[in-house]
């Protein structure tokens, strides 16, 4: 263990990381060749240290955090796959990391291409008719596709009131309805887990724009009365948004556009392989059946011939959603992720994804309650009520789970379940990695038994023990003050 010094703490004046060659001009001082105007007043306030000490810094940092390349990171509803590393190498590329978002279109061919080849690919991979990679994030997604749903109801003469949304959906869902100005109906779901066809018939109306459905939903499970209900909707007038965060449990076998949805939201940076979580970049992108594309945000990359461009001349367009392209870069990872994955490989994703989840579903459910008990998709809920009932709660088992190495599930979520515990293996982790977790799990379930505190007070191991998760939020200070 090394020290708990911060970086700044560590600068010392005139130590440096970097030397910049001696400039044609012959005069070593850069300052003389910046006009006096740009020049700082006074030095930027940035650590001076050598580049063996930098990296050492931020490796023994990244050693004290989880992170996917460190562990099994089983986050229900995030899909932590391993990011592959081919990814960076397209990333970095000096055609695609040195290019400035104001060059001009005839400069940024390769990268204009690449936007609409991945639309193209999206739009084939779920059925429908075109793409916006605008969007940064799976929740700025379902406000565009709440948008353009607004502004296709607009286009028919009634913009209606309100959405439907199932008790099992993710907060954003509601979230973003409030934002784009709908009122939210709420339905349950029933004791299977699922929506019933009946109850989205019950309160479907004149005056309901559409309805969001996630699927599989959050509890891993199939909606499997999909098909009725996009009749109930579409019958009435409304349209349906499928929350796709849990696409990664279908690539290559079933198209949402097939199950009677009209647009489908993706997180690039989860099915598609960005790191992601601690709020780093992450990456959406809308696919919409023909009848919506005009909706979508403009500018569009599209295609003329043999020259891409950006489309602007969109009049029904919702606007402008995000400067520039959204994230490029994630953008560029996914594409790089599908293109050397291929369509059968994004089959088997899905196949594996699903599998690990019922294989792992197995091995717990004789010690830890599965409310739903049927075959899963790529996730499964379990609820540690009987755990609680002898003493630890479900945060008590996600911090213990800590001291043997994992990331602890997604817990207390969906709201539906109590004590749940949302667990996605993933595709990419092997037999051995789900059966130490299975372990550790069941020994958990042991322990609560023979030594409760040690589960109670955990976790043991890591750096920090139980810290006040939401001070950080509450009273928020990042300046440094050395
Ligand atoms: C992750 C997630 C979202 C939100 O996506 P972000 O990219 O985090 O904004 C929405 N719905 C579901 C079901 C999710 O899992």
């Given at each position: 263990m090394t020290d708990d010094v911060l970086i700044y703490e560590k600068s010392r004046p005139g130590r440096t990381g970097f030397s910049l060659a001696e400039t044609d001009a012959g005069d070593k001082n850069v300052d003389a060749l910046?006009?006096?105007?740009?020049?700082?007043?006074v030095p930027a306030e940035l650590p001076e240290i050598s580049k063996p000490e930098l990296v050492r810094h931020y490796v023994e940092m990244s050693t004290r955090n989880h992170h996917i390349d460190k562990g099994f990171y089983p986050l229900g509803s995030c899909t932590m796959k391993y990011n592959p590393k081919i990814n960076d190498t397209a990333a970095a590329l000096p055609g695609f990391a040195n290019?400035?978002?104001?060059?001009?279109e005839g400069n940024c061919q390769g990268a204009l291409e690449l936007m609409y080849n991945l639309g193209t690919m999206l739009a084939e991979i779920t059925g429908f008719a075109g793409t916006t990679?605008?969007?940064?994030?799976g929740a700025q997604c379902e406000l565009v596709g709440l948008l353009v749903i607004r502004a296709a109801m607009k286009k028919r003469g009634n913009v209606r009131k309100k959405i439907i949304i199932p008790?099992?959906?993710?907060?954003?869902n509601p979230a973003s309805v409030i934002m784009a100005g709908y009122d939210v109906v709420q339905i349950n779901s029933t004791e299977r887990g699922i929506l019933s066809a009946d109850d989205v018939a019950r309160v479907m109306d004149e005056e309901t724009a559409g309805i969001m459905i996630t699927n599989p939903n959050t509890l891993g499970l199939?909606?499997?009365?999909i098909e009725q209900i996009a009749r109930i909707v579409h019958d009435a007038g409304g349209l349906l948004y499928m929350d796709?965060?849990?696409?990664n449990a279908l690539l290559g076998h079933v198209k949402p556009a097939d199950m009677g949805y009209d647009m489908v939201h993706f997180n690039l940076h989860k099915t598609f392989s960005t790191p992601h979580g601690g709020g780093g970049p992450g990456a959406g992108a809308l696919s919409v059946t023909e009848e919506l594309?005009?909706?979508?945000?403009?500018p569009m990359p599209a295609k003329d011939g043999g020259r891409y461009y950006l489309d602007n001349?969109?009049?029904d367009s919702i606007g402008r959603?995000?400067?520039?392209?959204?994230n490029f870069a994630v953008l560029l990872r996914a594409y790089t992720y599908i293109c050397h994955l291929g369509s059968k490989g994004l089959n088997r994703v899905s196949e594996n994804a699903v599998l690990n989840a019922n294989y792992l579903k197995e091995l717990l459910k004789g010690k830890y309650?599965?409310?739903?008990d049927t075959i899963c998709m790529h996730e499964f809920v379990l609820s540690g009520s009987q755990q609680k009932k002898r003493g630890a709660r479900t945060l008590d088992i996600a911090k213990r789970l800590l001291d043997f190495g994992f990331h602890a599930p997604?817990?207390?979520?969906?709201?539906?379940?109590?004590?749940a515990l949302m667990i996605e293996p993933t595709e990419t982790e092997s037999i051995e990695s789900l059966d130490r977790f299975a372990a550790a799990m069941l020994q958990i379930d042991r322990e609560i038994d023979k030594n409760l505190e040690l589960v109670t007070s955990a976790?043991?191991?890591?750096?920090?023990?139980?810290?006040?998760?939401?001070q950080a939020t509450k009273t928020l200070d990042i300046s440094y003050k050395g």
């Open positions: 910046i006009p006096e105007k740009y020049l700082r007043a290019l400035h978002p104001l060059a001009e990679l605008q969007p940064v994030a008790d099992s959906a993710h907060g954003t199939f909606e499997s009365e796709g965060a849990n696409l594309i005009p909706f979508l945000p403009r001349d969109r009049p959603m995000h400067s520039f392209y959204g309650e599965l409310p739903h997604t817990i207390y979520f969906p709201l539906i379940v109590s004590e976790p043991h191991n890591t750096p920090v023990k139980r810290l006040n998760e939401v």
